[in-house]
């Protein structure tokens, strides 16, 4: 059970650790194997997780979500036959699971099973009419058979049904590509892009339209943008190097070029565009450099023979530009194929894998674009649990970490009677702090070193007072490790002896919180624990009523229950004690929103953005429509 509170707060590498220790006391027991196998899964290890469903197949064979796991390890190793088969068993236990069948097309699909997908799809078709994504799927099999006709049709209906699936969009948007409808794909393009703004490959394409459109500011826009999102994209470095060139942006497109050389260092389209860029830059030295090793893999590129022979020439070389200048005039006179490409004609672009030199400067596609449709599970993110698309900010709790965030550095939340706590310990210093990052397995074996280092201590010790700490250190280590359980246990031990402890209840009250979170994911009914939860921060308050972390957590109960009038009465008091706690900003922002007070919330949710929670903005996007 702590291992699966530890999968449920996503801490995967220690939920493993549990799940060895379940194993090696219960071996004959699958659902250690499987939790253990899922918490590889969310790693990446798929060899891994595909070895641990096997063995929990092997103990028990009739539980759907097994097979469906492991074809998803399967699908990641591109074994999509092995795939198809567990989806084939599972379906024969649970025959109405619309997932299953979902993920046994695209299997097919990738396993270029054309046909079957098809008649798989009437099936699907038959059974969910409404079901968008199989008239996507239904599409992408028209648009590998080269019937893009039928796929068009597909899609419109995919997008009748569902117009906010901005996969889709995208999809529609490959088809006006390749026909060069290039207005209709940057359209098409930007409602996917509206609806998915996170995904590189549609500003890429987009920029691809609005060239061809000689919109050139919006495609160097979105070239820039695609590689805020994947800095490594080689084609948005490759063709913005391209169009920085034509606007004479020359310095910055040999950097974009240098990169492209780091990626891909034999990449002799990319090496030529650098040498032409350095000759016009003036380093005529490095240019040469580059023109000899295309020349060296080309001998017969007369482009890059004329230009070395200048650069050489004004390098006062002449006895080699003479040479080259001779290979060219040659060259000529035995009537062999010699033209210059015009600078980034507008209709003309290159295959990534054509590499005819005199194509040097068009801009690069891909080799073939293929429609996205995703494999259906729940096993990324939280498990057990169905992701929303908006969550509220978490309780604030102890730890012996401070609060980390990729955008907001250096927060540091402070409180008075945590303060005497960590100068009266004379211990690991206590922080305040809402976060759970994963821990690794050094840290990990950390906290169970100090958990034994502690327990022992408490074992042999005959001081009260320091007993009683230790106890309380105890406990916070315990919450680190997901163990919420054994940590209410010790702070009740402590409450018992110190009963007007704030900082007592107030991280039991998180943990037990915690605890029931993942109990109601499990399908338990938490009422009664959660009163247990508000009786404890209640009598916090009285002990303490100028606690702003006591009332927003107290604001994110009321929120959890729905309660939001008396939710967003608990945040406003936090926020008049505490203005900078961004936390509650935003979980205000979203409490108005669901009580239909939609430009006040948005309003607060501006707010907790400001701060730095980004995540703020994604929100706005949303109800603002």
């Not at 290039?182 to 691809?208: C, D, F, G, T």
């Not at 497109?253 to 860029?277: H, S």
């Not at 891909?366 to 939280?382: A, C, L, P, V």
């Not at 509650?584 to 409490?591: D, K, V, Y």
């Amino acid at each position: 059970m702590m291992g699966r509170s530890a999968l449920y707060y996503e801490d995967y590498v220690l939920s493993m650790q549990y799940f060895n220790q379940a194993i090696a006391a219960k071996p004959y027991l699958y659902e250690p194997w499987f939790f253990r196998a899922v918490a590889k899964y969310s790693l990446d290890d798929f060899p891994g997780a595909e070895a641990d469903c096997t063995e929990a197949i092997g103990r028990n064979p009739y539980v759907v979500n097994i097979y469906e796991l492991r074809g998803l390890t399967r699908i990641q190793q591109k074994k999509y036959a092995d795939a198809i088969g567990d989806y084939t068993r599972a379906l024969k236990y649970d025959p109405e699971n619309r997932g299953l069948w979902h993920n046994r097309v695209l299997c097919h699909i990738r396993n270029e099973e054309y046909d079957v997908a098809l008649c798989e799809l009437d099936t699907m078709l038959s059974r969910w009419s409404r079901y968008a994504p199989a008239y996507s799927m239904q599409a992408d099999v028209h648009m590998q058979q080269k019937d893009t006709t039928a796929a068009i049709a597909s899609i419109e209906k995919s997008l009748e049904i569902d117009p906010y699936d901005g996969q889709t969009w995208g999809a529609r948007s490959i088809i006006s590509l390749s026909r060069e409808e290039w207005p209709e794909a940057e359209e098409q393009l930007s409602k996917a892009i509206h609806l998915l703004p996170k995904r590189a490959v549609y500003y890429i394409n987009r920029a691809m339209a609005r060239y061809n459109l000689n919109n050139l500011r919006g495609a160097m826009a979105d070239y820039d943008t695609a590689l805020d999102l994947e800095p490594n994209n080689f084609l948005g470095h490759y063709n913005r190097g391209l169009l920085r060139s034509q606007v004479g942006d020359d310095n910055r497109a040999i950097t974009d070029f240098d990169f492209v050389l780091r990626l891909e260092p034999d990449n002799l389209m990319a090496l030529f565009n650098r040498a032409v860029l350095l000759d016009k830059t003036g380093d005529l030295q490095g240019a040469i450099r580059d023109y000899s090793k295309v020349i060296d893999e080309y001998p017969n590129f007369w482009t890059g023979l004329e230009f070395r022979a200048s650069c050489y020439r004004r390098l006062g070389m002449t006895k080699q530009a003479e040479r080259d200048e001779f290979t060219v005039y040659k060259a000529r006179l035995e009537k062999h194929l010699y033209g210059k490409q015009p600078r980034l004609n507008a209709h003309q672009m290159r295959k990534r894998s054509d590499d005819d030199p005199d194509k040097y400067d068009q801009l690069v596609v891909e080799d073939e674009q293929t429609m996205e449709n995703e494999y259906q599970h729940d096993y990324r993110g939280r498990v057990q649990n169905h992701k929303v698309d908006v969550e509220f900010q978490p309780m604030f709790g102890l730890a012996f970490e401070p609060m980390s965030s990729e955008v907001r550095t250096g927060v540091v939340y402070t409180d008075r009677h945590l303060d005497a706590l960590n100068h009266q310990l004379h211990a690991r210093t206590i922080y305040i702090n809402n976060t759970r990052p994963s821990l690794t397995e050094q840290q990990s074996a950390a906290y169970f070193a100090c958990l034994d280092t502690l327990t022992t201590q408490l074992d042999h010790s005959r001081d009260t007072r320091l007993a009683v700490s230790t106890l309380f250190m105890r406990a916070i280590a315990y919450s680190g490790i997901q163990n919420n359980e054994g940590a209410v246990d010790d702070l009740t031990t402590y409450l018992q002896i110190d009963s007007t402890s704030i900082v007592a209840l107030w991280q039991r009250a998180v943990c037990q919180w915690r605890t029931n979170q993942f109990q109601a994911a499990q399908g338990t009914n938490v009422e009664l624990l959660n009163a247990n939860v508000l009786a404890d921060l209640n009598h916090a308050l009285q002990l303490d009523p100028q606690n702003a972390y006591l009332f927003y957590n107290r604001g994110c109960l009321y929120a959890a229950r729905q309660d939001y009038a008396q939710a967003i009465d608990d945040f406003t008091r936090a926020l008049t004690l505490e203005p900078l706690l961004a936390e509650a900003w935003f979980n205000r922002g979203l409490c108005a929103i669901y009580q239909k007070q939609t430009e006040a919330g948005i309003a607060d949710l501006s707010k907790a953005g400001e701060m730095g929670l980004y995540t703020a903005y994604s929100i706005i996007k949303k109800y603002r429509q």
